[in-house]
């Protein structure tokens, strides 16, 4: 069992499902299909929580009912939510919407600035995951990365993610990288980065090093949700790197979760991803 700190959002999903997949110009209908709980802290620590780790989370929500809601709901599903802090007016919706294959268009508010406090003990931590635009992610990454792992995803601008990890999808890459990739992940994550993993859906996911490159495949899945699945991913990763597994066996524990996670209905993790990890 391992103590990972998650730097990541919680958020409020408002799921409109539609009737055809979404081009400019057109005109479609919608079901509600209501509030789930979601954002890549709850998408990636649940999982965790699941594979019996000790997940904490470092995000904000605001000072209202939603943002009572989300921590309730974070908190039954076993994630320490002690360091969430609160900000004054309302918690905003991220409006999801879903096609009838499977894949969402997120459309989400601009997020109020949030400041990340002053670093923990690292010797507490065996694992620090960033995947947040939060101010200070950088400093909490640099102290950190001397006493445990640390795990980001690529940001969507080009500010530096200090790392020994870096996740990325080949979606995020797009118009960025005119580069080796090894050389380009390397300006974002520093020099003491060991790999680079860079996933493309049902065509698995390739890693990159001082060694080369590998590709490991994505498990077979119906795709009914693709929400999540990169945060399930990133959980997946983290687990195999926390139990001691190599980055090529930690990748394919990655897609079991991945699979999983786009084969349920759901933002956060399924039953099908908690069976496998916890069979009755």
């Not at 001397?146 to 940001?155: D, N, P, R």
């Not at 993610?161 to 520093?190: E, N, Y």
């Not at 394919?252 to 979760?257: G, V």
Request: proline residues 4%.
């Amino acid at each position: 069992m391992a103590n990972i700190l998650l730097v990541a959002n919680l958020n409020c999903d408002r799921i409109f499902l539609l009737n055809h997949p979404i081009k400019t110009g057109g005109r479609f209908h919608y079901k509600d299909g209501g509030q789930r709980l979601g954002g890549g802290g709850a998408n990636t620590g649940i999982g965790l929580v699941w594979a019996g780790h000790q997940v904490s989370l470092v995000t904000e929500v605001g000072r209202d009912d939603v943002g009572d809601w989300l921590l309730a709901e974070a908190s039954t599903q076993g994630i320490n939510c002690s360091l969430i802090q609160r900000r004054a007016g309302n918690t905003c919706e991220m409006l999801l919407m879903m096609t009838p294959d499977g894949e969402r268009t997120i459309i989400r508010p601009e997020r109020p600035k949030f400041e990340l406090p002053l670093p923990p003990n690292w010797h507490d931590v065996d694992a620090l995951y960033i995947n947040s635009s939060t101010e200070g992610a950088a400093s909490w990454s640099k102290t950190a990365m001397a006493h445990c792992l640390v795990v980001a995803q690529l940001a969507k601008d080009e500010r530096a993610r200090p790392c020994h990890v870096l996740i990325a999808s080949l979606s995020d890459m797009q118009d960025r990288c005119d580069r080796d990739r090894w050389t380009f992940a390397k300006t974002i994550a520093g020099d003491n980065l060991e790999y680079f993993v860079v996933t493309d859906g049902e065509k698995g996911a390739m890693v990159y090093s001082d060694a080369g490159c590998e590709h490991v495949a994505a498990v077979p899945s119906q795709v009914v949700d693709t929400t999540g699945a990169g945060d399930a991913y990133a959980a997946g990763l983290i687990h195999g790197l926390v139990s001691n597994k190599g980055i090529i066996e930690s990748m394919e524990e990655a897609a079991i979760w991945s699979g999983f996670a786009v084969s349920c209905n759901s933002s956060i993790p399924g039953k099908g991803l908690k069976g496998y990890l916890i069979p009755e």
